[in-house]
């Protein structure tokens, strides 16, 4: 089982980048499946997450409005478009998926599965 994370790099102040994840040994239809960022000397923290129909999706405050989350259950893909990224969005990027409730969506011992980090940096 494994989740691929793809698509970092570096931006500038109010650009854009799309994150993708695709997983590969098991489909996971039937999973909550959201991202968490880490910067360098903090704590992970909920970015974004979708419930496994794609029908209902969260933000943290930080990112609303900015970043959309989807899903392709028919592909076993992740997204996440980043669209007026800022300094503090530099961190690495985690997909993850997890049998949990959707409830937790932001609580990451909801996730069972998680993919490598991908780098984002945005520079001012």
């Known amino acids: 089982v494994q989740l691929q994370a793809s698509g970092g790099g570096l931006a500038q102040a109010g650009g854009s980048l799309r994150l993708s994840c695709a997983a590969s040994g098991r489909t996971f239809t039937s999973h909550l499946m959201g991202w968490f960022r880490q910067a360098l000397g903090k704590e992970r923290e909920f970015v974004a997450a979708t419930s496994w129909s794609g029908d209902s999706t969260y933000y943290a405050d930080s990112v609303k409005g900015r970043f959309t989350i989807a899903r392709d259950n028919s592909e076993n893909t992740l997204d996440l478009q980043m669209n007026g990224l800022k300094p503090e969005d530099t961190a690495a990027y985690y997909c993850?998926?997890?049998?949990?409730?959707?409830?937790?969506?932001?609580?990451?011992?909801?996730?069972?599965?998680w993919g490598q980090g991908t780098l984002v940096t945005v520079s001012s």
């Open positions: 993850a998926a997890g049998a949990g409730y959707a409830w937790r969506y932001g609580d990451p011992r909801a996730y069972n599965y």
